[in-house]
């Protein structure tokens, strides 16, 4: 039902900054919650920030909260995550994905981008 399509991931020196975008098609419902996970070879995958759809509030992990700004383009469908102040432990493939609405689980993913930052 929905389509989800990362990009914006490379590589950056920590304190650096990357922009992850994440093309969402077709449409989607006004209830829908977009969230960005990230993973890394022999971890978890681990939620980063989450957005409502319609009303735009968010939540963070700790461990970007302050440093990441998750944010939405009605117009083009498309949800961004603003990466700042990268430090080496963000390096992982940042995932998008949909929910249905605030509580439910991720039921539609994105193929990935990379993040990788160095030291």
Request: charged share 15%; glycine share 10%.
């Amino acid at each position: 039902q929905v389509q989800l399509t990362e990009s914006g991931g490379g590589l950056v020196q920590a304190g650096g900054s990357l922009r992850l975008s994440c093309a969402v098609r077709p449409l989607i419902f006004n209830s829908y919650v977009i969230g960005w996970f990230r993973q890394t070879p022999g971890k978890e995958r681990e939620i980063v920030a989450a957005i409502s759809w319609s009303g735009g509030s968010t939540n963070y992990q700790q461990a970007v909260e302050g440093r990441f700004t998750i944010s939405r383009d009605n117009a083009k469908a498309t949800v961004y995550l603003q990466m700042n102040s990268l430090i080496p432990e963000d390096t992982a493939v940042y995932y998008c994905a949909v929910a249905r609405r605030t509580g439910l689980p991720y039921d539609y993913w994105g193929q990935g981008t990379q993040v990788t930052v160095s030291a």
